[in-house]
């Protein structure tokens, strides 16, 4: 029983400390994440810390995986079980602009921050960031290519450029909410997504 209690509690421990380095890499980027910092800020030793991921670069790998994860959590779980296709990919807009519009981080969508932190640098981290938003750009560009096969959005539809904008557009809404205060941020990204797939904007999604 006690080995058990020890691996659970071993477990609630590495949670505490992903939890802490997302939000300060979501406001200082990862290379803001130091292991002193995580010490201090949650009453560990710094060998405690280092005991659950060794290097920094170790530890700002697991950052983003947490990060991930909870972002497929809020964002994809709870419409993956809508029709593939259309329907699945509107449900998809609506959670997305939501969840950029109200982040479980201070600094907003950890995802977007990395992004703009790494996109120009190289190494583990910057691989990583990109299988992860790969991965994301696939998913929505099955149900794209889905719903132009059914008919639900036109044959000439540029399924690239779709990916691409809908990326950018939820990207935006933490710039324009933490810049400029924009509340409506989320609103306006979605009603832009609808246009951007030439799908008309349901009372729901206008206000």
């Known amino acids: 029983m006690t080995g058990r209690r020890s691996a659970a509690d071993a477990l609630e421990t590495r949670a505490a400390i992903l939890r802490r380095a997302a939000d300060i890499g979501s406001v200082e980027g990862l290379d803001g994440i130091t292991i002193g910092r995580l010490a201090a800020d949650l009453q560990m030793s710094k060998s405690g810390v280092i005991g659950h991921f060794g290097a920094k670069e170790q530890l700002q790998l697991a950052t983003l995986d947490y990060a991930a994860d909870l972002f497929r959590e ?15 990919l509107l449900a998809v807009c609506a959670s997305w602009t939501r969840y950029s519009g109200s982040t479980p981080f201070p600094g907003g969508c950890f995802i977007a921050s990395t992004t703009f932190e790494w996109d120009g640098r190289s190494g583990p981290v910057h691989d990583a960031l990109a299988v992860v938003k790969n991965r994301w750009r696939r998913t929505l560009a099955r149900d794209i290519a889905t719903a132009i096969a059914a008919g639900d959005l036109p044959a000439d539809t540029d399924l690239d450029q779709a990916v691409f904008a809908l990326e950018a557009l939820a990207f935006g809404i933490g710039q324009a909410g933490q810049l400029h205060g924009d509340v409506q941020a989320p609103v306006w990204a979605l009603r832009a997504m609808y246009a951007v797939l030439g799908v008309p904007v349901p009372t729901e999604a206008a206000s």
Request: proline residues 13%; positive net charge; charged residues 35%.
């Open 74 to 88: 809020r964002v994809w779980v709870p419409v993956q079980h809508r029709k593939p296709g259309l329907e699945r």
